[in-house]
């Protein structure tokens, strides 16, 4: 069990294990407005994932798109957190930030053997994310989605999309993803183009709306409604695991945020 601190202040208790298929968390979890504002006065900096991870179920980590990390790291990462506990991870931008998405292969397989998977059962999907100006080419990004594989040292790989141009929002790219299995990431509450159809055996959200002048960066009502949502994903038929961060916005509420919608969710 985990003891979390809900929006009220109250403790609430997660059960993680039985709640495994509800994954909800922050981007990252170095963060200097979160010092006072989610961690402890204090609390030591090499302490933070500890203590992010107690009060939350999942956190994507962002800084592999910008460079390689050493399996150190992802192994003490992992032992740092609950079982139960579990990390998107964000694809290289290498991969990605490129005009022919055919020629990512090198990449993929070098992001693959950097030492991710030492994460083990705490690996959940990795998401690769395009840039703005990225527009769907429907045989390149074929040839993009074959690359990424379904396993690795023989434990399976999910994979999510996030596309930010608006060609995206096609039946031909929905076509595509549901053929490969793969999430086409909700970037919601944002401008970049809203596609919530289910592609893939699980659901990967990023909501994007928090607010300073919010104390839990949304206004009640939204935060209810996306504890709804996530219910009601949960409850289909088509959906398994759920993973929601809350991501951009007013940053530092990001965290209060997670742990309020954490907290409407009924025990199990």
Do not use: C
């Amino acid at each position: 069990m985990v003891t979390a601190r809900s929006n009220r202040g109250r403790a609430v208790s997660l059960s993680v294990t039985q709640k495994s298929h509800i994954h909800i968390g922050v981007g990252g979890w170095n963060y200097e407005p979160w010092r006072g504002s989610f961690y402890p006065q204090g609390l030591a900096q090499r302490r933070e994932l500890e203590y992010a991870s107690r009060n939350l179920t999942s956190i994507e980590i962002n800084s592999t798109y910008y460079g390689s990390q050493k399996p150190e790291s992802f192994a003490k990462w992992r032992e740092e957190t609950p079982e139960g506990f579990v990390f998107a991870v964000k694809g290289p931008r290498f991969a990605t930030n490129r005009r022919v998405l055919a020629e990512a292969g090198v990449s993929i397989k070098r992001f693959f053997t950097s030492g991710v998977m030492e994460l083990k059962e705490k690996l959940g999907p990795i998401n690769w994310q395009f840039l703005p100006t990225k527009r769907f080419e429907p045989g390149d990004f074929e040839e993009f989605l074959k690359l990424l594989p379904k396993t690795v040292e023989g434990r399976s790989v999910r994979h999510a999309i996030e596309i930010r141009h608006e060609s995206f929002n096609a039946p031909e790219f929905i076509t595509l993803a549901r053929r490969y299995g793969v999430a086409i990431v909700m970037a919601a509450d944002s401008a970049f183009p809203q596609i919530s159809n289910i592609t893939a055996p699980f659901v990967y959200a990023r909501i994007m709306g928090t607010k300073e002048t919010e104390p839990r960066g949304y206004a009640e009502p939204d935060l209810q409604k996306w504890a709804d949502q996530v219910q009601q994903w949960t409850s289909g038929n088509e959906t398994g695991d759920v993973f929601l961060y809350v991501i951009s916005g007013f940053k530092t509420r990001n965290p209060a945020a997670a742990m309020a919608i954490l907290a409407r969710l009924p025990p199990v």
